[in-house]
């Protein structure tokens, strides 16, 4: 899109069963103007519950959330838990080096597999419940004390993945599964970003910092 049509990028696509944001449209037309003209959101777009859980069910659940920097995310061996949404992924990364993303969830009782935030490492991910163990690829290894279930197939309850995609080098998940593909959601991004060279960015500094808002 060019500068004389609008925003230079922008998401003009929803979830079919996305409901209008409860904000009042005119307050985002400082937002919409063209790059160099537009201002930042308003402050109630950080602050109110309503559009808070508008936005969690609508972008952060439905959409595509960036977890960070592929390369960065995780060492060798090592796993974390992430909030994405209103749940949270687990993310692994194998001795081979290759990363995957799970629903944090134990397939036995749902109970989480780490806290959010929380971090560990080695070859088998184990609920901290009742002890299931699950391999680096998800698959089910062990389930203590389960006993004899007819018709439990070990095969149809390993750890849930998440979709997930790759962009210049950023992790990307969506955790409905039924989004959009990721390219239609980054659109022209990346014409616009090749200057930069973005994939081949790299962290040399981190700068954490709390406010008070929604998110």
Known sequence: MSA???????????????TPAPIDRKLLEPSLAELREAYTLPGVCYTSPELFAWEMRNFFDA?????????????????????????????????????????????????????????????????????WTYRGDGSLKSAPNLGYRPGFAVEDHGLVPVRTEEWEGWLFANVSADAETLAVYIGNLAEIMSAWAPRDFVEVSRLDYVVAANW
Not at 4 to 18: F, L
Request: with cysteine; charged share 20%; aromatic share 4%.
């Open 4 to 18: 004389a049509t609008g925003p230079p990028w922008k998401i003009d696509h929803m979830p079919e069963s996305a």
């Open 63 to 131: 959409s595509w959330v960036c977890l960070g920097r592929s390369n960065d995310l995780l060492p060798i061996g090592g796993r974390k838990a992430i909030r994405a949404g209103r749940g949270s992924i687990l993310l692994n990364r194998d001795a081979t080096g290759r990363l995957q993303c799970f629903h944090n969830i134990c397939r036995h009782r749902g109970h989480e597999l780490l806290p959010v935030g929380g971090a560990a490492n080695g070859a088998l991910i184990e609920c901290p419940y009742h002890g």
